[in-house]
């Protein structure tokens, strides 16, 4: 979710048969602008660390005698473990004021004139997996908050820190300084089946510890450009503010953390999507661990398996993922796989359809072996191999970011990983800017994306570093900035520290 309460981002699409459906619905993708139901994302490695629980909730009778789910005993025993999220950052609409458009290109190219930042606020909802205060919410709930507020049942406003995000998956770990909170029990969304009923309890609007239910539409239900999470998908409805809460089943266990709707407005259609808690946990799991997930790889492009396919290759039906293209020096071209192999069956697993795949395979830890079944030549034919990493996931998917905000510059600066030191050709130290403001430092020329170095000719360690040598600064001082931009380097001189 984008923390701009003001602003619909649409997500991508990627699959063709996705694009005819939105199109023929009028509908897009979104991500809504509250920190809401509307996001994107992926999955991640082995089974997860956190034990899941099972827990009963007392069943209600209809007139015919049919058992249903008791609702109200759900929402009222879950109504300590649910928080509303509230974040305050600042983003930039790119245009810069009173500037014409057709010069504002031209003046970025040589570091001139910068964007109008402006304050941005966003909402969401979240839940509490541990007595300790760790929180479970969406990517696009936290992404971009310089302060971040949690809401508890009993009112209690407490600051939160990210500890770990990853936006292919869209989730996100908290954490607030409190004890003995009440977590919520964890479910099997592996069991869940079609027609099952689901509750959804969030703060839509803002308006705090709202349950809708439902019940499952669809499972491992692949969306557009969300190649790693097989969604739930559900009609409970879903709205702006609701993102990052929980997804209930009749026994009163989260099976879901809600995250997506197709809509046309941004707001609730009948289509909600939720991130399956075992597919979350897993990623939460990393991020506490190492702070970045870590995903598996196969090494191989597909594509759908069409009817006209199907009977290319003498299959009864359409069925499996296609390989189109093979990797050099991937797990894939290793275990000898080859285009044209028909992906049937993925360690046991039916692949039903190609955008099963990838879910299926970013799941297992590296270093897993496994088995395919392949149709080649006509004949069915198993490969044995070893998962790899998907090394390129690491820069996007890293974990907790040191920021710091050196308010006399009004800057914002964050700590540089390993891999993005290794991108930029930086071997130690610096910080990079992730927001530029609108004062002194903005009009000297630094903008986002920027690396400073040093401070006055003083090396810049870390984001603390940065902060210290900034608070040094007398109010009549300049600052002389070496800043790298891109492949070069130059020094710029911010003055009216005062």
Same mark, same amino acid.
């Given at each position: 979710?984008?923390?701009?309460?003001?602003?619909?981002?649409?997500?991508?699409?990627?699959?063709?048969?996705?694009?005819?459906?939105?199109?023929?619905?009028?509908?897009?993708?979104?991500? %809504?602008?509250?920190?809401?139901?509307?996001?994107?994302?992926?999955?991640?490695?082995?089974?997860?660390?956190?034990?899941?629980?099972?827990?009963?909730?007392?069943?209600?009778?209809?007139?015919?005698?049919?058992?249903?789910?008791?609702?109200?005993?759900?929402?009222?025993?879950?109504?300590?473990?649910?928080?509303?999220?509230?974040?305050?950052?600042?983003?930039?609409?790119?245009?810069?004021?009173?500037?014409?458009?057709?010069?504002?290109?031209?003046?970025?190219?040589?570091?001139?004139?910068?964007?109008?930042?402006?304050?941005?606020?966003?909402?969401?909802?979240?839940?509490?997996?541990?007595?300790?205060?760790?929180?479970?919410?969406?990517?696009?709930?936290?992404?971009?908050?310089?302060?971040?507020?949690?809401?508890?049942?009993?009112?209690?406003?407490?600051?939160?820190?990210?500890?770990?995000?990853?936006?292919?998956?869209?989730?996100?770990? !908290?954490?607030?300084?409190?004890?003995?909170?009440?977590?919520?029990?964890?479910?099997?969304? %592996?069991?869940?089946?079609?027609?099952?009923?689901?509750?959804?309890?969030?703060?839509?609007?803002?308006?705090?510890?709202?349950?809708?239910?439902?019940?499952?539409?669809?499972?491992?239900?692949?969306?557009?450009?969300?190649?790693?999470?097989?969604?739930?998908?559900?009609?409970?409805?879903?709205?702006?503010?609701?993102?990052?809460?929980?997804?209930?089943?009749?026994?009163?266990?989260?099976?879901? !953390?809600?995250?997506? !709707?197709?809509?046309?407005?941004?707001?609730?259609?009948?289509?909600?999507?939720? !991130?399956?808690?075992?597919?979350?946990?897993?990623?939460?799991?990393?991020?506490?661990?190492?702070?970045?997930?870590?995903?598996?790889?196969?090494?191989?492009?597909?594509?759908?398996?069409?009817?006209?396919?199907?009977?290319?290759?003498?299959?009864?039906?359409?069925?499996?993922?296609?390989?189109?293209?093979?990797?050099?020096?991937?797990?894939?071209?290793?275990?000898?796989?080859?285009?044209?192999?028909?992906?049937?069956?993925?360690?046991?697993?039916?692949?039903?359809?190609?955008?099963?795949?990838?879910?299926?395979?970013?799941?297992?830890?590296?270093?897993?072996?496994?088995?395919?079944?392949?149709?080649?030549?006509?004949?069915?034919?198993?490969?044995? =191999?070893?998962?790899?990493?998907?090394?390129?996931?690491?820069?996007?998917?890293?974990?907790?970011?040191?920021?710091?905000?050196?308010?006399?510059?009004?800057?914002?600066?964050?700590?540089?990983?390993?891999?993005?030191?290794?991108?930029?050709?930086?071997?130690?130290?610096?910080?990079?800017?992730?927001?530029?403001?609108?004062?002194?430092?903005?009009?000297?020329?630094?903008?986002?994306? %920027?690396?400073?170095?040093?401070?006055?000719?003083?090396?810049?360690?870390?984001?603390?570093?940065?902060?210290? =040598?900034?608070?040094?600064?007398? %109010?009549?001082?300049?600052?002389? =900035?070496?800043?790298?931009?891109?492949?070069?380097?130059?020094?710029?001189?911010?003055?009216?520290?005062?």
């Amino acid at each position: 979710m984008a923390n701009d309460s003001s602003t619909q981002k649409a997500l991508v699409p990627v699959t063709v048969i996705a694009l005819v459906v939105a199109a023929a619905l009028g509908a897009h993708w979104t991500r %809504d602008g509250d920190g809401v139901a509307n996001a994107a994302v992926d999955a991640t490695s082995a089974a997860p660390a956190t034990q899941l629980s099972r827990a009963s909730a007392p069943a209600a009778l209809s007139a015919g005698g049919t058992a249903l789910p008791d609702f109200r005993a759900i929402a009222r025993d879950n109504r300590d473990a649910i928080v509303s999220i509230n974040t305050l950052g600042q983003r930039s609409d790119g245009q810069m004021e009173g500037v014409p458009e057709e010069f504002q290109e031209f003046l970025r190219r040589f570091g001139q004139g910068q964007p109008n930042p402006r304050p941005s606020q966003g909402l969401g909802s979240g839940f509490i997996i541990s007595t300790d205060g760790t929180i479970l919410t969406n990517a696009h709930v936290v992404k971009d908050a310089d302060t971040i507020t949690v809401t508890l049942a009993d009112r209690r406003q407490l600051s939160a820190e990210v500890i770990g995000s990853d936006e292919r998956t869209d989730v996100a770990v !908290i954490k607030v300084e409190a004890d003995d909170l009440q977590p919520v029990h964890l479910g099997d969304s %592996d069991a869940m089946e079609v027609g099952e009923w689901v509750l959804a309890i969030g703060s839509p609007f803002g308006l705090s510890y709202t349950a809708t239910q439902g019940i499952v539409s669809a499972t491992a239900r692949s969306l557009p450009n969300e190649a790693f999470v097989p969604f739930i998908q559900t009609d409970a409805a879903v709205n702006p503010g609701n993102s990052g809460g929980p997804l209930f089943n009749a026994n009163g266990e989260v099976i879901g !953390i809600n995250s997506q !709707i197709l809509s046309r407005t941004g707001g609730y259609i009948g289509l909600s999507f939720a !991130i399956p808690i075992k597919t979350a946990i897993a990623v939460a799991d990393q991020l506490k661990e190492k702070g970045f997930v870590e995903r598996g790889w196969l090494g191989v492009l597909i594509q759908p398996v069409t009817r006209d396919l199907a009977e290319n290759f003498d299959l009864d039906r359409p069925i499996g993922a296609l390989v189109a293209q093979v990797s050099p020096n991937s797990p894939a071209e290793r275990a000898g796989l080859e285009p044209g192999d028909v992906i049937l069956k993925f360690n046991g697993a039916e692949v039903e359809e190609s955008p099963q795949l990838p879910a299926m395979v970013s799941a297992l830890a590296p270093g897993t072996e496994v088995k395919l079944q392949v149709l080649r030549d006509g004949k069915r034919k198993q490969i044995d =191999l070893t998962i790899g990493t998907l090394e390129e996931e690491r820069v996007a998917q890293r974990g907790p970011i040191k920021r710091q905000s050196a308010d006399r510059l009004d800057l914002r600066v964050a700590d540089l990983s390993s891999d993005e030191r290794e991108q930029l050709g930086v071997d130690e130290g610096g910080v990079v800017v992730t927001d530029a403001g609108s004062g002194p430092a903005a009009r000297a020329g630094i903008r986002p994306g %920027d690396v400073i170095l040093q401070v006055n000719r003083k090396a810049v360690a870390d984001a603390d570093g940065f902060k210290e =040598l900034v608070d040094d600064l007398d %109010d009549d001082d300049s600052a002389l =900035l070496l800043v790298k931009r891109g492949e070069g380097a130059l020094f710029l001189v911010v003055e009216d520290l005062g």
